[in-house]
């Protein structure tokens, strides 16, 4: 088990510090741009005010020009998410599927192991490797925030990224669930990164569309962005809905690949 988890590591790990690197560059950009928006508050605080409601609410929060305004938009509900999605899903439908599909999957499982025990590693390494990507996007803002004046409580930011990374491990679960069920990684990407901006899309114009807006509590990005993710902490039932269908992806997986004729 052990040796099985060091391979899942290992296999995670050249994408883990890519995505890493990413990330921490991403964080060091937006905030060498934060003394500029500073400076052109009134302007862009009016521009924001003049867009519709439902972009306002999914891009510029409350108080665009302030740190944690700021932040959330450009970060937490756009390019930050954007990141530790595409990682997430391409974890995901690499772990199994990318593994059938290069053969090394039947190698593996010629080998005395359990094929619980294989999927319970890769779904082991994926969340190491998701909480990694958070860790990383907390002390890139930690340490890069204060020296362009954008501090924010870092209760706060770690908040944040506690739910970025259940966000992330939502959809990387969906496409875990579909490349152990189906042995096809471009299926399992499509339909994880497809349920994605689907999801999105429902929470982000829902608002302003009746008919969508019954549909806002089966999108992840309510859980993840309502109450605004950098005010308040933690929220126990936006923390279960994320985790729980992460664990239920995971526990689908698990069926699915044990009632599968990998033979076929």
């Keep these: ?15 883990m510090i890519g995505w890493g690197i990413g990330v921490a560059a991403v964080v060091l950009m937006y905030a060498a741009f934060y003394p500029s928006i500073k400076e052109s508050a009134a302007d862009l605080q009016a521009y924001m005010e003049n867009l519709p409601d439902a972009i306002r609410a999914i891009v510029a929060g409350e108080d665009y020009t302030s740190p944690v305004g700021y932040l959330e ?5 756009t390019m930050g998410a954007l990141i530790a999605l595409i990682f997430a899903i391409g974890a995901g439908a690499r772990a199994i599927a990318g593994e059938e599909e290069a053969g090394t999957l039947d190698l593996l499982l010629s080998t005395p192991v359990r094929r619980r025990q294989v999927l319970a590693t890769k779904a ?3 969340v190491g490797a998701a909480i990694g990507l ?3 996007a907390a002390a890139s803002i930690a340490v890069f925030g204060p020296a362009f004046d954008l501090s924010v409580p870092f209760v706060d930011v770690a ?4 739910m970025l990374a259940l966000l992330s491990l939502s959809f990387g679960g969906v496409a875990f669930a579909v490349g152990a069920a189906t042995g096809r990684r471009t299926l399992a990407n499509a339909v994880g990164g497809g349920l994605a901006v689907v999801t999105f899309i429902v929470h982000a114009i829902g608002p302003s569309v009746e008919w969508l807006r019954p549909l806002r509590p089966f999108s992840p990005f309510r859980w993840y962005q309502d109450p605004h993710l950098l005010a308040g902490g933690l929220h126990v039932r936006n923390v279960a809905v994320l985790a729980g269908i992460a664990v239920v992806s995971f526990a689908v997986a698990h069926v699915a690949f044990e009632r599968r004729d990998l033979a076929s």
């Design 134 to 136: 958070a860790v990383v």
């Design 1 to 15: 088990m052990r040796g099985l988890l060091a391979k899942a590591v290992r296999d995670q790990r050249r994408g």
């Design 124 to 126: 082991l390494a994926i």
């Design 159 to 162: 908040a944040a990224c506690v």
């Design 73 to 77: 938009s450009e970060f937490f509900n």
